[in-house]
Structures are given as C-alpha cells and as structure tokens.
C-alpha cells in the first residue's frame, strides 16, 4: 500500500521523460491523492494511501484507500472509483459506514476491505472482497441462536452493490453459497477477486472439508438480485480435493487467485506451493463444473530464449490475462541469493510488533538468480520474453509481512497467520500499431547490489516493455525521479517564504497490480517523500502507439 508518513511514503510512481527514440512523452493525470476528501466520511479527512488500482479500457479506476486516524481513532477505510474518461468525481463503492448487501438481518457494516479492488476489463462490474461482524443470525436444530457471515465477495453488477460470495454457505436458505457438492462453507476468499462479463466473480476459495482437511480451488458464480430465486450456485474450476494437475495423476495441492476476460480463465496451481514439481499455468471456459484444464505453461516447460534444458522450475501467482495473452513471472535453474528481510517500520502496529517478535534479526530467504517476466499467446502458443536477470535487472521479487495477527480478527490478505509473503507485478496490453498486433507489458523490477545479504540503495521502478520478444524497456517510474512528473503537488514548502520555489520531493515507490494495463491505459500508485515531508496518490496515463518504430518500407 502506498502510505503517507510523517517522514516519507512507502509506496509511489513517477513519470518518464521524453524517449529520445521515439519522442514519445507520457502525461499523467491525478485519479486521487492526499489533497482530496474522502467521498463520505463524516470526519472530512483527506486521503493519506493507496494499494494499486485496476482499470478497464475505457478509463474507469477503481482503488482501495485509506485516510489518517481521526478523532475516533479509526481511519476511513474503504473502495473507491473515478471515471477519468470526463474526469468525473471520485465514488465510494463501499467503506466502514457502508451496510453489508443482503443476507444481512443484523445490519452490519463493512469493517476492511482486504485486498485491491477489481473491475471488468470492458465493463463497469467492480468486486472487492470484504470483511465485517456477522450479518446473518438464525436458529441451529437445537433452539440456540447463531450468527455466520463475516466475509465475502461485494460485486456491482448494474451499478447495485451485491453479495457475490460469502461464508453463509453452511446456514440454511443460502446453499447456493456453499462449496459446490457439499454442505460445507468457504472460510475464506484469499486475494482479490476476478470479473469476467457484467455479472461473473471468479475467485479462489479455501476450505475446510469434513475431515478436517484444508482445501482450496477455484470458482465462479454468476451474481443476481437478491430477490431471485433459485439463486445460482457456486461453481468449481478445479480444486485441491478432486482435480488433477493436467498430464499427471497427482491431485492439485494449490492453487492461486485468477483473471478472467469473457468466459475464459487462467489461474496458476502446483503440487508443493513452496517448491513445485508439477504444475503450471492453466486455462479454462467457464462452460460449467470442472471444465477440460489447458495447459499453458508447465513447471519443466522450456524458457524461450534460453539454451535447451533451461526450464521453469518456479512460475509467479499474478497472473495478468487481456482474454489472449497471459503475462506471467517464472525462475529457472538452481542458483540462488541470499538476502534478509527487515520488519516493517511503518503500518499497523501489532503486525510490526508480531513480526519483530518472530524476527528480531530478520528473515533469511532466497530469491531465483535466473527470473524474468514472460508473455504467452493462446492463440498462436507461443512463449515471448518481456525481461530477465541478470542482464536487464536484478530482481522481479518482492516481499512483505502481512496477514492476520494471531489473537485478532482477519486482517489483509488472505485471513492467515501473519507471514513473509512474496509477490512479482506485471500487466499486460495488446493493441494495432501500424496494423500489426504488439502486445506491451508493464512490470515492477530493481537494480541493486547486495552487500551483506540486504540490497544497498536499491533503485525500483515500474517499466515499459513496449513490444514483448523484444529486450527494450522503459523507465516509467523509477526511484530518486522528481514526482512533479506525474504529480505537480509532490513538492515540500520547506521554510514557508514566499520568495523561494517549493521544493520538488523524490519518487520514493511505486505499485502495479495485473489490471492496471487496459485499452492503451496505465493506472498505478505512487508515492514521493523526504525526511520532512510526503505525498502520494493513484494515477494514469494513455500509452503512446508510437513507442514502437513504424516498420520499414
């Protein structure tokens, strides 16, 4: 999340200059930052973070923020979207006042939003998942009373903010909930929530089945009125009780959150999600259960542009799909680096406090020395590289500590004990240029030395690969960047006179999610700070066609 410090920011994104090549120049515009209101909040306080935002192609973004603890001591929390087409303003979705959408007999409100909103890719359908205090109570067999309900999938089908998903699944009267061909709820919704067509969530969804077992898989279902009846039901894709890894007889024993366009999904699952042997990425046609699973790129499958023999043997989670080309991360050979991951410093208190407790000299782990990002066509089936290590970067990974503090409600993420979690970022875009089909990708990578196991003045940005199989990349936002670029407010009034020019602060971070790269537009979040001061805020731009040379004639 990018967040505003007394100090700095923690997250933010920054402008290009003119590419010499091309004479391209990219002209950011504002979507939010820390000097608009929350829309709604009864304190009338500004925005102060950001997680990454998601677009569709016609310029509508959609973002999770936060703004400061006020006088009650709880910020505003919550899911928002502006249309940047008029520019229009910004609109709560739902936050901490908003009522949760029937089943809700209790009259809860939202508490958090755990993860990045999500929009269709032509359409204005926006899903978030959403935590919250029971919303249903009803009476068990016994005469006792009981209250269930306390996450789920909040969708706008139609512009009405619905319930798409919840943990009911297991209360009578709500089966269309439950784990498909069980009686059984889901406990939770890990990640954020794909939408597909106006009224279509694909989610992954976790479980505990009647053995005690945790499973996991993925689903979809299509949303309704609450006053239809018979509701539609959950439907699977593929889950960790009964799907096979394609070409194998081993059982799934993962799977990741997925993307969707239309009635196609891609999702990436594995036997062992720490070190897998089996598995890949995969695509399905959401026709009805357990469709036919393709394979689309395989742990063992060849890395393009390597010698013969160099195959993937670790393959990223974040997969971004445009309904034909899949943008992926994925690691080949056994050479390794060792680095330590430090605390946060910044954020919620207790996370920090239960991090330090475990890691009070840091986290030892490894990242891949051979990793890059790649795009795979399903039309043509062929496997581009966008970039690798060593040569263009020095590392796609990142990591954070994150998840839920034991002995508190479900926090971020995905409801699990509080853990190092790693992540890659990367969107990807096709579009005609000069009648040719080019497909573009934008990605999150660093330049840095490790000295000591821990990167010494590391320099992150978010790049452009302007034609994937090609090794050109360019800066869109990299650290030590004046903010003023993409954000004219990004300046600290050092000593108040005014004769002497604010004074411009740095990029500091930047954030990418795997919908922010839709119809020609980028959507980020960005951040810029110095020891004294700090701003940051979501922002967008149209990519320019003319970053790629006109063929010769």
């Not at 608009?36 to 950001?50: A, E, I, K, M, T």
């Not at 009522?99 to 409100?109: E, F, K, R």
Request: hydrophobic letters at 35%; one cysteine or more.
């Amino acid at each position: 999340m990018i967040r505003t410090r007394n100090f700095g920011v923690s997250l933010i994104l920054g402008a290009i200059a003119a590419n010499s090549a091309f004479g391209a120049d990219f002209v950011w515009q504002t979507v939010a930052n820390n000097g608009y209101l929350v829309p709604g909040d009864p304190q009338g306080r500004n925005f102060n973070s950001y997680n990454q935002p998601s677009v569709n192609t016609s310029g509508l973004v959609v973002f999770r923020a936060r703004s400061k603890g006020g006088s009650g001591g709880e910020p505003a929390h919550g899911i928002y979207s502006r249309n940047m087409a008029s520019p229009s303003p910004i609109v709560k979705i739902l936050d901490r006042n908003t009522l949760v959408p029937m089943p809700n007999n209790l009259g809860s409100t939202f508490i958090e939003p755990p993860s990045f909103p999500r929009i269709d890719i032509f359409g204005t359908t926006i899903a978030s998942r959403g935590n919250h205090q029971p919303v249903w109570e009803y009476m068990l067999p016994d005469g006792t009373d009981s209250k269930a309900g306390t996450t789920g999938i909040y969708a706008t089908p139609g512009g009405i903010l619905q319930t798409a998903a919840s943990n009911l699944g297991n209360v009578p009267g709500f089966e269309f909930f439950a784990v498909p061909g069980t009686a059984l709820k889901f406990d939770v919704f890990p990640g954020a929530p794909a939408v597909a067509n106006p009224t279509t969530i694909v989610t992954k969804g976790n479980y505990t089945d009647g053995a005690g077992v945790s499973r996991t898989g993925i689903y979809y279902r299509e949303t309704a009125p609450p006053e239809v009846f018979p509701q539609p039901s959950m439907i699977p894709i593929a889950d960790t009780a009964s799907t096979m890894i394609p070409g194998t007889t081993t059982l799934f024993g993962s799977t990741a959150p997925p993307s969707a366009v239309g009635n196609r999904v891609v999702f990436a699952g594995f036997d062992i999600e720490e070190a897998p042997t089996k598995g890949g990425i995969y695509m399905a046609e959401m026709t009805g259960p357990y469709p036919a699973l393709r394979t689309l790129v395989p742990i063992g499958g060849q890395v393009p542009g390597e010698a013969r023999g160099k195959v993937f043997n670790k393959l990223g989670e974040g997969l971004s799909f445009d309904g034909r080309f899949v943008s992926f991360w994925g690691a080949w050979g056994t050479e390794t680096k060792t680095i330590v991951l430090q605390c946060p410093t910044d954020g919620n208190k207790e996370l920090i406090d239960y991090c330090m407790e475990l890691y009070p000299n840091g986290y030892e782990t490894t990242v891949p020395k051979y990793q890059g990002f790649f795009v795979y066509d399903t039309v043509t089936n062929l496997t581009l590289p966008v970039s690798k290590t060593p040569n263009n970067f020095d590392d796609f990974v990142y990591w954070n500590f994150s998840g839920r503090v034991p002995g508190t409600g479900e926090g971020d993420d995905d409801g699990e004990l509080a853990r190092w979690r790693s992540a890659t970022f990367a969107a990807v875009n096709a579009a005609m240029v000069y009648n040719n089909l080019v497909v573009r990708v934008a990605f999150k990578a660093r330049k840095g030395q490790i000295v000591n196991n821990e990167y010494q003045n590391p320099k992150d940005g978010i790049y452009l690969n302007p034609k994937a199989g090609l090794s050109e990349t360019l800066p869109l936002v990299v650290t030590g960047q004046t903010g003023t670029r993409i954000d004219r407010n990004a300046v600290y009034d050092h000593d108040e006179n005014p004769v002497t020019l604010p004074i411009p602060l740095p990029v500091t971070a930047m954030g990418i999610e795997r919908d922010g790269f839709r119809g020609d537009i980028l959507a980020v979040t960005a951040g810029m700070g110095t020891e004294e001061a700090g701003w940051a805020g979501v922002y967008m731009t149209v990519v320019p066609k003319n970053l790629v040379a006109p063929p010769r004639r």
